[in-house]
T-cell receptor
Framework: DGGITQSPKYLFRKEGQNVTLSCEQNLNHDAMYWYRQDPGQGLRLIYYSQIVNDFQKGDIAEGYSVSREKKESFPLTVTSAQKNPTAFYLC?????????????FGPGTRLTVT | RKEVEQDPGPFNVPEGATVAFNCTYSNSASQSFFWYRQDCRKEPKLLMSVYSSGNEDGRFTAQLNRASQYISLLIRDSKLSDSATYLCVVNRAHDMRFGAGTRLTVKP
């Protein structure tokens, strides 16, 4: 059963706490991405990784951190430094980086911080 | 100015109607183009790629005009199940740029 899994689907945290969102894929795709989506807005890129042990900041990386120790896994940590962490977080994969491939999305994690 | 711009809608149409969505992008170096569909509170899913020659998939037709930096999606014979938000997506070398989406509601 191939695909991208994100867990949990819903996550609630108190302000000031770090939280880690999981993203796992068994598609054997090289590139992985994290986006955030806010109501009425397009997806915004947080971080991406083209290969194991390498990752790059996207447009809104401040307050987030990632790791890519395995090809299958690309966890995102939302730190207490992120001013507005409540959002819908989407993980995506791409067969290889470059401009010609579509991306595939996981089901997302809806994070609420109060 | 946003890199990918779409009319946010909403578009409210009756079943059987034909509806067209437009999208413009600002980066002339963009390499590939897509339409994604996103249902309420779900992840985006690829609807179709967009080519300069135009491409059709059943009731859906996509067109790209590189000179004008313009992308379109035409849906014919709308179904209730077409109700969703349609995202215009432009792929640069290392990342994709997403429009905010156009919301479509098809009514009986």
């Amino acid at each position: 059963d191939g695909g991208i899994t994100q867990s949990p689907k819903y996550l609630f945290r108190k302000e000031g706490q770090n939280v880690t969102l999981s993203c796992e894929q068994n598609l054997n795709h090289d590139a992985m991405y994290w986006y955030r989506q806010d109501p009425g807005q397009g997806l915004r890129l947080i971080y991406y990784s083209q290969i194991v042990n390498d990752f790059q900041k996207g447009d809104i990386a401040e307050g987030y951190s990632v790791s890519r120790e395995k090809k299958e896994s690309f966890p995102l940590t939302v730190t207490s430094a992120q001013k507005n962490p409540t959002a819908f977080y989407l993980c995506a994969t791409q067969p290889a980086s470059g401009g010609h491939y579509e991306q595939y999305f996981g089901p997302g994690t809806r994070l609420t911080v109060t | 100015r946003k890199e990918v711009e779409q009319d946010p809608g909403p578009f409210n149409v009756p079943e059987g109607a034909t509806v067209a969505f437009n999208c413009t992008y600002s980066n002339s170096a963009s390499q590939s183009f897509f339409w994604y569909r996103q249902d309420c509170r779900k992840e985006p899913k690829l609807l179709m790629s967009v080519y300069s020659s135009g491409n059709e998939d059943g009731r859906f037709t996509a067109q790209l005009n590189r000179a004008s930096q313009y992308i379109s999606l035409l849906i014919r014979d709308s179904k209730l199940s077409d109700s969703a938000t349609y995202l215009c997506v432009v792929n640069r070398a290392h990342d994709m740029r997403f429009g905010a989406g156009t919301r479509l509601t098809v009514k009986p």
